[in-house]
T-cell receptor
Framework: EAGVAQSPRYKIIEKRQSVAFWCNPISGHATLYWYQQILGQGPKLLIQFQNNGVVDDSQLPKDRFSAERLKGVDSTLKIQPAKLEDSAVYLC???????????FGPGTRLTVL | DAKTTQPPSMDCAEGRAANLPCNHSTISGNEYVYWYRQIHSQGPQYIIHGLKNNETNEMASLIITEDRKSSTLILPHATLRDTAVYYCIVRVTFTGGGNKLTFGTGTQLKVEL
């Protein structure tokens, strides 16, 4: 069974630039999550989708972050404009349903200079 | 959200059992305890979860105290590949299908020869 795919794996940008990350969940998984992991900390949930609807985006900085899952399959997370403090690993996870265990992708390491 | 407390680091000799403790004294009756681990530069990996009873799978055993205020993850025969950060999480499920995993800083387990 293929795991959660993410791209790119690494991205370096300058502050105020825009960046987008892509996630393809495990086939058939209805629930998709985006997490932010700052160095030395545990992952922090940014947004949860159930199919193509948002269930929880309470910790998403909506002035600069946006995410979509238009067809209920893959998803993109965008940052515009980026700040230095956005430097982190962005992890995508999926689960069969919201009450099942989550499977994580390898993450995208973002460095903002 | 129920808070968990874990020791920041532990060492274990290869081949011996690794016992990782976790306190979750404010856990509610319907909240599950989940364990994930994160090997360096990878996404978190699901290990096991439980509600009241002890659980065992191919990776580990989970012992939950009768009052549910603490639990222990047991890796029966630790290997060098088990070196990772281990997260104990109380999963919050809320109306509308929300499923929130709040990661702390976890326990860094180092398995040595």
């Amino acid at each position: 069974e293929a795991g959660v795919a993410q791209s790119p794996r690494y991205k370096i940008i300058e502050k105020r630039q825009s960046v987008a990350f892509w996630c393809n969940p495990i086939s058939g998984h209805a629930t998709l999550y985006w997490y932010q992991q700052i160095l030395g900390q545990g992952p922090k949930l940014l947004i949860q989708f159930q199919n193509n609807g948002v269930v929880d985006d309470s910790q998403l900085p909506k002035d600069r972050f946006s995410a979509e899952r238009l067809k209920g399959v893959d998803s993109t997370l965008k940052i515009q404009p980026a700040k230095l403090e956005d430097s982190a690993v962005y992890l995508c996870a999926s689960s069969l349903e919201y009450y099942n265990e989550q499977f994580f992708g390898p993450g995208t390491r973002l460095t903002v200079l | 959200d129920a808070k968990t407390t874990q020791p920041p680091s532990m060492d274990c000799a290869e081949g011996r059992a690794a016992n990782l403790p976790c306190n979750h004294s404010t856990i509610s009756g319907n909240e599950y305890v989940y364990w994930y681990r994160q090997i360096h530069s990878q996404g978190p990996q699901y290990i096991i979860h439980g509600l009241k009873n002890n659980e065992t799978n191919e990776m580990a055993s989970l012992i939950i105290t009768e009052d549910r205020k603490s639990s222990t993850l047991i890796l029966p025969h630790a290997t060098l590949r088990d070196t990772a950060v281990y997260y104990c999480i109380v999963r919050v499920t809320f109306t509308g299908g929300g499923n929130k995993l709040t990661f702390g800083t976890g326990t860094q387990l180092k398995v040595e020869l």
